[in-house]
């Protein structure tokens, strides 16, 4: 019998090494990135039947990978998995396409029941914020939704590597547009969200889960 095949993406080893050991009896791990544009390429290049992905890594975080697999035609069950307990996180994450969210230290016991749902059709919820969620769906996400700003997906991508502190040169390469390019996206972020300056900026990113600390 196949076994299903499953791509993890995580930018902490330890991590990968441990979630390898816990997937390789019943899943096949067909491999391990661990930065967001290697998660797309590999993605794409391996055609897994399950994605397990951090949300918070470098040069692309996972929930904006995500989106670009499944605008791209990506039909890989998406499993986030997490150490930020926020609701915000869990409710972009199932916006991007996912199937599951579960945080990182219940990863041991949630883990393989979270991609055995995913894999006949349903959603995982980790316990710990399902009902947050939920309300959050009911209540406040569509006037949250409406009050955040619209940055585009070039834009979210260019401020996450400001954000990691890259220059307009390094950034320009990563995404192969010129540094005048870059610039124009970043002045252009800071007028629509009313900043004054880089740091605000960053500080934006951060608090938005675009970038993390």
Same mark, same amino acid.
């Given at each position: 019998?196949?076994?299903?095949?499953?791509?993890?993406?995580?930018?902490?080893?330890?991590?990968?090494?441990?979630?390898?050991s816990?997937?390789?009896?019943?899943?096949?791990?067909?491999?391990?990135?661990?930065?967001g544009?290697?998660?797309?390429?590999?993605?794409?290049?391996?055609?897994?039947?399950?994605?397990?992905?951090?949300?918070?890594?470098?040069?692309?975080?996972?929930?904006?990978?995500?989106?670009?697999?499944?605008?791209a035609?990506?039909?890989?069950?998406?499993?986030?998995?997490?150490?930020?307990?926020?609701?915000?996180y869990?409710?972009?994450?199932?916006?991007?396409? *996912?199937? +599951?969210?579960?945080? $990182?230290?219940? @990863? !041991?016991?949630?883990?393989?029941? #979270?991609?055995?749902?995913?894999?006949?059709?349903?959603?995982?919820?980790?316990?710990?914020?399902?009902?947050?969620?939920?309300?959050?769906?009911?209540?406040?996400?569509?006037?949250?939704?409406?009050?955040?700003?619209?940055?585009?997906?070039?834009?979210?991508?260019?401020?996450?590597?400001? *954000?990691? +502190?890259?220059?307009? $040169?390094?950034? @320009? !390469?990563?995404?192969?547009?010129? #540094?005048?390019?870059?610039?124009?996206?970043?002045?252009?972020?800071?007028?629509?969200?009313?900043?004054?300056?880089?740091?605000?900026?960053?500080?934006?990113?951060?608090?938005?889960?675009?970038?993390?600390?």
């Amino acid at each position: 019998m196949t076994r299903p095949r499953v791509l993890l993406a995580d930018d902490h080893k330890i991590v990968t090494e441990g979630l390898r050991s816990l997937l390789d009896p019943e899943f096949e791990l067909v491999g391990i990135v661990e930065d967001g544009r290697a998660l797309v390429a590999a993605a794409k290049k391996l055609n897994p039947d399950v994605i397990v992905a951090d949300i918070s890594m470098p040069l692309l975080n996972g929930i904006e990978a995500v989106r670009q697999l499944k605008k791209a035609g990506m039909r890989a069950k998406v499993i986030f998995l997490t150490m930020h307990p926020d609701v915000a996180y869990a409710t972009r994450a199932f916006e991007a396409g *996912a199937s +599951g969210f579960i945080l $990182k230290h219940s @990863a !041991s016991s949630e883990l393989l029941a #979270a991609i055995r749902e995913a894999l006949r059709g349903r959603t995982y919820i980790t316990p710990m914020i399902a009902k947050d969620l939920m309300q959050a769906y009911k209540g406040g996400s569509q006037r949250r939704q409406k009050a955040a700003p619209h940055l585009t997906p070039r834009q979210r991508e260019v401020l996450q590597l400001v *954000a990691e +502190g890259h220059s307009a $040169k390094e950034i @320009a !390469s990563v995404l192969s547009v010129s #540094a005048r390019t870059v610039e124009f996206h970043k002045y252009r972020m800071m007028e629509e969200l009313n900043l004054r300056s880089v740091a605000e900026l960053i500080q934006y990113a951060i608090k938005e889960g675009i970038a993390s600390v």
